[in-house]
Antibody, heavy 119, light 106 residues
C-alpha cells in the first residue's frame, strides 16, 4: 500500500539549514507529482512546494522562494526539501503528499509529518 | 491569492446528528475544491474532491456541494469516528490555499 515517511526534522537555529526527506513506497513514485505542505502550531495548513514527476518543474509559495528547494530521486523513491535561511515562522509540521491522479491538485496520500522548530 | 474562509470555526454535535460545514472562497473557483479530515497528531485525509466527488473508501455519509464561491461539507448521521477537524482546499491555482478549519467535537 502507499506509504510515505518523512525524516530530518528537529530544532534548528534561525538562519541555519536543514534537509527534509520523504521515503515513498507502494506506488509508482516516478509517475506522480509530489508536494510539501506544512501545518503551523496554530493549526493552519499551508502549501509549500511542488515538483513534477520528472523533476523539471518546481513551484513554491512566495514566503519560501529563494530559501527552500524541492527535489526528488525517482530511482530511490525519495522526495526532499532543502531549507536554508530558516526563520521562526518556518516552524511547523512538514508533510510530503502525493498529488491525486486526476484533474485537480488535491492530495490523496500524506506522510505522517515531521516537526521543524526554528528557535 | 485565493482566500478560503471556513465557518463555523468549531461546532459541537452528537452522534447521529447531521451537520453542515461551510467554506467560502474569495473569488470564483468553479468546483476546484477539496475537503479533508484531520485528527490530532495525524495527517489530513482526503474526503471530497471536485467539490462533490467522494474519494475512494470514504463513507457515503459524507457529501460535498457548492460551486463558485460557496461550498458545503455535510455529514449525515455523525459517527464517533467523525469527531475531528475539517479543512477545505482550493485545488486549481498556485499558491494552493486552505481554509482555517472547522473543529467538530462532542
Amino acid at each position: 500500500q502507499v506509504h510515505m515517511v518523512e525524516s530530518g526534522g528537529g530544532v534548528i537555529h534561525p538562519g541555519k539549514s536543514l534537509r527534509l526527506s520523504c521515503a515513498a513506497s507502494g506506488f509508482a513514485f516516478s509517475q506522480f507529482t509530489m508536494h510539501w505542505l506544512r501545518q503551523t502550531p496554530d493549526g493552519r495548513l499551508q502549501w509549500v512546494a511542488v515538483i513534477s514527476p520528472d523533476g523539471d518543474d518546481k513551484f513554491y509559495v512566495e514566503s519560501v522562494m529563494g530559501r527552500f528547494a524541492i527535489s526528488r530521486d525517482n530511482s530511490g523513491q525519495t522526495l526532499s526539501l532543502h531549507m536554508t535561511s530558516v526563520r521562526a515562522d518556518d516552524t511547523a509540521t512538514y508533510y510530503c503528499a502525493r498529488e491525486s491522479d486526476g484533474a485537480s491538485t488535491d492530495f490523496d496520500f500524506w506522510g505522517q509529518g515531521v516537526l521543524v522548530t526554528v528557535s | 491569492d485565493i482566500q478560503l474562509t471556513q465557518s463555523p470555526s468549531s461546532v459541537s454535535a452528537s452522534v447521529g446528528d447531521t451537520i453542515t460545514l461551510s467554506c467560502r472562497a474569495s473569488r470564483n473557483i468553479a468546483t476546484w475544491l477539496a475537503w479533508y479530515q484531520q485528527k490530532p497528531g495525524k495527517a489530513p485525509k482526503l474526503l471530497i474532491y471536485a467539490a462533490s466527488s467522494l474519494h475512494s473508501g470514504v463513507p457515503a455519509r459524507f457529501s460535498g456541494g457548492g460551486s463558485g464561491t460557496e461550498f458545503t461539507l455535510t455529514i449525515n448521521g455523525l459517527q464517533p469516528d467523525d469527531f475531528a477537524s475539517y479543512f477545505c482546499q482550493e485545488t486549481n491555482s498556485f499558491p494552493l490555499s486552505f481554509g482555517g478549519g472547522t473543529k467538530v467535537d462532542i
